[in-house]
């Protein structure tokens, strides 16, 4: 299946470890969470996660908001739009293959109802900006800013990537990326829209 294939040409790593004293001990699982954040207008705005655990196919994905970085707007899932929500950071080297075919499939699909949702797991937000402007991206990039998205999510490595359907539940998971990956992505986008 997609997810074994693509496990092999993952970076293998997994996100940068945290510093122990800044690690929440309560459960994320469980939780939902609201902070703080800066938008791209500089105003602070909120940032929320309703966490329903690890995505599990065939089951509803965690709902969350956070302020892209390309353009200032919300990133959601929403309902009526197949969504990719894609975990990478600016150290993958995959995710640098993989933002060019992502735009290629966003620019193909968008008008039908595909969304992708770029959230990094850096630590640091200063290196996102060169990334999206290096490796093209035109869709929606946020920044996980404490990795609270990811802890509820449990991306495995870098790149991640869940496809959800119209109706806010996991359909596909791909663990990793590799080349040529875009197409049974694409078969996968088309089977939703």
Known sequence: MATALVALSACGEDPPAKDPSSVNTKDSDSKSGDKEAKG??????????????????????????LTSVNGGNKMAIEKGKVTIVDFWAT?????????????ELYVKYKASGLEILAISVDDEKKEI??????????FPVGWDEGHKVADCYKPPNMPSAYVIDKNGVVKFVHNGYHDGEEKELEKEIKSLL
């Open 129 to 138: 900006p060169d990334f999206i402007k290096t490796y093209g991206a035109k």
């Open 40 to 65: 791209g207008d500089g105003k602070s705005e909120k940032s929320e996660l309703s966490c329903k655990g690890k995505p599990e196919i065939g089951k509803a994905a965690s709902t969350f908001s």
């Open 91 to 103: 150290w993958c080297e995959p995710c640098k293959k993989s933002f060019p075919k992502y735009q």
